[in-house]
């Protein structure tokens, strides 16, 4: 209670971004609403954290998974992660699971340790994370590969991806190829 509502010495909050949607409100709860700390922020600051609601709406299993779910994965997208300095554990299952088959695509603007191993790397040149996801779902629905009736929406064709990301539709074809062709991606 002493340190509640100073503005310069008294409560700061750092979280990561790789906890639940649901943890993160509690923790901002806790700390701004609660403590009224004037420094609560991520480790990974203005990195995408949550699942769209859309999204979760729509998804009949958890949209969040476990390791065991990456131990058994035959296809892992990473975005915009480093597995191997800042998430070790799971970096280690990735690679470890590579000679067995399972396929990795990467996608991020700057250079990934896991590059050199990736089976598709997406580089962006301009646009964002939804910009080259809205690429992969348009070039899944060109390939025929789609597992739920999916229309693409106005603004979301693979020709319109490629021009806000500067990723060519090959890029996103090969990758749409490996995620959707996996059986436990």
Known sequence: KPLMGKSEDGVAALVSTRLPAEA????????????????VTALEEGKTTATPAILAD??????????????????????????VDNHQVIGFFVKRNLPNGTKLVVIDPNTN???????CLIKS??????DILQGLSAAIAKL??????????????????????GV?????????HLIASASKP
Request: hydrophobic content about 35%; some cysteine.
């Open 113 to 119: 340790p896991l590059d050199k191993v990736a089976n």
């Open 125 to 130: 040149k301009k646009g964002s994370d939804t």
């Open 144 to 165: 025929g590969l789609a597992r739920s009736s999916y229309t693409s929406q106005p603004g979301n064709s693979l020709k319109e991806a490629s021009e806000k990301t």
């Open 58 to 83: 729509e998804l009949e299993n958890p949209f969040e998974g476990n390791l065991e779910n990456i131990k058994e994965a035959d296809c892992v997208l990473v975005i915009g992660a480093d597995l």
């Open 168 to 176: 060519d539709s090959e890029t996103f074809l090969q990758a749409a």
């Open 24 to 39: 993160l409100y509690h923790f901002k709860q806790i700390f701004v609403d609660h403590f009224h700390s004037s420094t």
